[in-house]
């Protein structure tokens, strides 16, 4: 039985969310912004229509943005990924098997409904579901191969004749699709690989497909060649159920203001380690590894720049934020210079074991169950009452926290804050 794929993927999703509670903003162009409110990192399709560019920094593009009327907003990180967890809780409902690939992604394994359904209706059905249960739009693609699929999506949302159902199992169509499609938009191929095929004559999607495969695999790497086979209908691409682990967790943030005192920046960096510990527990894991990183502006000539970062490796593998804060303190000493006017710190937790399967050393103390369930205490209070709980060298009341001017309410997930219809 050959294998079947379909990638999900949401529509503009931060832009569709902060659609989804604002009626009046049905036809108008919307952007969401990054950190800080700096550069735009969503769009809405009127935004798009705009000419409105990916990454553009906010200042240099304010007087578009009042000619066209286009509504900015803070990325509101929480109502996102809440309402990603809506449509994947649709998609799990009605696929065998879900593989979540990002925030506004999931591929699904359909091998053996085309036995109960046609598939493009499938598709359609899904479409109208998510959109019925969760407000959201989303194109569908359906292949034999992962890469396949990513294509069949791209034309879902490419070509408005598709009903945003592209169905591409028969591999006349494939060919026909991939000959429109540029080397430089297949899943995989970045820019510079797309620049070096184009220079041997590689231009289209199709090209590729038809290549030598030896070729391939000589002049760039077994991964190129991979998603040739796929772009013929061989499957190479397996469904990843679950996630694997983290090869390392980073937690960083432009700061709202510059941080010229060590206190604060101490702050800083300490929630940050509360946040990454934080993220290590979900993972299941204890880190060895600690680095923290410190840097200044890097547009402002005026100001003397310092970059810097120092790694730490732990006696004992830990999430414990209490030890990753003691740790990631005493390297921001080193790191500190004063006079300097701090822009950026982050902290990065690596080198990852399974806490019930690690190397002990001889001469350190064994880890404390009490430290367990002290974090586990401490997560469970803060997933509940969202942050509530905190280390006192995070800073009661931080200045430095990031910008975020234009946030939208949490609709779905503060009582106080859900919309209401008068």
């Not at 034999?144 to 791209?154: H, I, R």
């Not at 983290?246 to 946040?275: G, M």
């Not at 993220?279 to 204890?286: D, F, Y």
Request: hydrophobic content about 40%; some cysteine; proline content about 4%.
């Amino acid at each position: 039985m050959s294998q079947v794929f379909a990638l999900v993927d949401c529509n503009n999703f931060y832009a569709s969310c902060e659609k989804l509670f604002r009626p009046d903003l049905k036809d108008r162009p919307v952007a969401v912004l990054s950190n800080n409110d700096g550069c735009v990192v969503a769009r809405s399709k009127e935004a798009k229509t705009l000419g409105l560019k990916m990454g553009v920094p906010v200042f240099q593009i304010r007087d578009q943005i009042e000619r066209h009327d286009i509504v900015c907003f803070s990325s509101n990180y929480a109502l996102y990924a809440d309402m990603s967890a809506r449509v994947m809780s649709v998609l799990e409902q009605e696929a065998p098997e879900v593989e979540i690939y990002s925030i506004d992604e999931a591929f699904l394994n359909l091998t053996g409904v085309s036995h109960a359904e046609d598939l493009t209706e499938f598709g359609l059905r899904i479409k109208h579901k998510v959109h019925q249960w969760s407000g959201i739009s989303v194109g569908v693609g359906i292949a034999p191969t992962k890469t396949l699929a990513k294509l069949a999506n791209y034309a879902a949302k490419k070509y408005p004749a598709t009903q945003s159902v592209v169905n591409l199992m028969d591999p006349e169509r494939q060919r026909r699709l991939m000959a429109l499609v540029d080397v430089s938009d297949v899943w995989g191929v970045g820019r510079r690989i797309s620049e070096r095929l184009k220079s041997q004559g590689i231009h289209t999607a199709l090209d590729l497909a038809d290549a030598n495969a030896k070729s391939i695999r000589k002049e760039f790497s077994v991964v190129l060649e991979r998603t040739q086979q796929e772009l013929n209908g061989l499957s190479c691409l397996d469904m990843e159920s679950i996630a694997p682990v983290k090869q390392q967790i980073v937690c960083s943030r432009s700061f709202a203001e510059r941080i010229t005192d060590k206190p604060t920046l101490q702050q800083a960096v300490a929630k940050y380690t509360a946040r990454a510990a934080e993220k290590l527990r979900g993972e299941g894991r204890v880190a060895k590894s600690v680095q923290v990183f410190i840097r200044t502006g890097l547009f402002n000539n005026n100001d003397p720049r310092h970059v810097g970062s120092l790694t730490s490796r732990l006696a004992t593998p830990t999430s414990d934020t209490r030890l990753l804060m003691k740790a990631t303190d005493q390297l921001l000493n080193k790191l500190y210079r004063a006079g300097y006017r701090y822009a950026k710190a982050g902290v990065m937790l690596s080198d990852f074991f399974d806490p019930h399967h690690q190397q002990m050393d001889l001469f350190t103390p064994t880890h404390n169950s009490k430290s367990e369930t002290l974090m586990s205490v401490i997560d469970s209070i803060n997933h509940k009452a969202k942050g509530k709980l905190f280390f006192a060298s995070q800073g009661v009341t931080p200045q430095w926290l990031m910008k975020r001017e234009q946030l939208s309410p949490a609709y779905t997930t503060n009582w106080n804050e859900l919309p209401v219809v008068r």
